[in-house]
């Protein structure tokens, strides 16, 4: 037996979405394409389709829209291919999909891993005065790889040298408190520790604006 023959009984434009148009199928079937699918895959009214057709022109009307979303997270701001996979997995959409959207936003640049992480950590940086072991924590959410991670982070804190960072924080206390207050001490180094910065980088750093 040969593959089934379905007849195109209507193609008429949607109400209440204006790019999207519904066909309806002489076997009782109806879905939804995007005008952009129908321009490049012409449908009309009395045209025989098989079952392989409908299923690919639904397989293409499926990626359209896993594109879709993928372009209005990236119109809002940068983001990493990890953090536009996990969103778009939340939507349900298929992981086959999900890769082939982002790839192909990738290799356009509109998906930028080592650009958005640079981004990311000097705008964390500049802002919150963070240090490695709190900016590596905060760029895990984005990539899974530690080589991006640590590439990442060399190259800001060549920008933003540590030293430099630390000193910013230490002066913002008044020196001849730090010299004469034990509890204002400790209180500045447990916020240096918890902006992720290494007791072997503070403890100089802090020696040389208390003795």
């Known amino acids: 037996m040969g593959t089934p023959k379905i007849r195109v009984i209507s193609v008429s434009l949607q109400e209440k979405r204006k790019n999207r148009y519904t066909i309806q199928l002489s076997n009782g079937d109806i ?9 490049s895959n012409p449908i009309h009214v009395d045209d025989i389709l098989d079952y392989p057709t409908i299923e690919r022109l639904i397989g293409l009307e499926d990626l359209q829209e896993v594109r879709d979303s993928a372009l209005t997270l990236i119109s809002y701001r940068m983001r990493s291919k990890k953090e536009i996979g996990f969103r778009l997995r939340k939507k349900g959409f298929a992981v086959t999909q999900i890769a ?37 924590h905060r760029l895990k959410y984005h990539f899974s790889s530690f080589e991006m991670i640590e590439k990442i982070c060399d190259n800001i804190y060549q920008e933003f040298p540590i030293e430099s960072l630390i000193k910013k924080i230490i002066k913002k206390q008044s020196l001849n408190d730090l010299k004469n207050n034990s509890i204002i001490k400790k209180r500045l180094i ?14 100089p750093i802090l020696q040389y604006y208390t003795k």
Do not use: C, M
């Open 100 to 136: 082939s959207t982002i790839k192909e936003l990738e290799k356009k640049g509109l998906i930028d891993d080592e650009k958005f992480g640079l981004y990311f950590a000097r705008d964390n940086v500049r802002r919150s005065l963070l240090g490695p072991i709190a900016l590596k």
């Open 31 to 39: 879905f939804g394409i995007s005008r952009d699918i129908l321009f």
């Open 190 to 203: 447990g916020q240096l520790k918890r902006k992720g910065y290494f007791w072997s980088d503070i403890e």
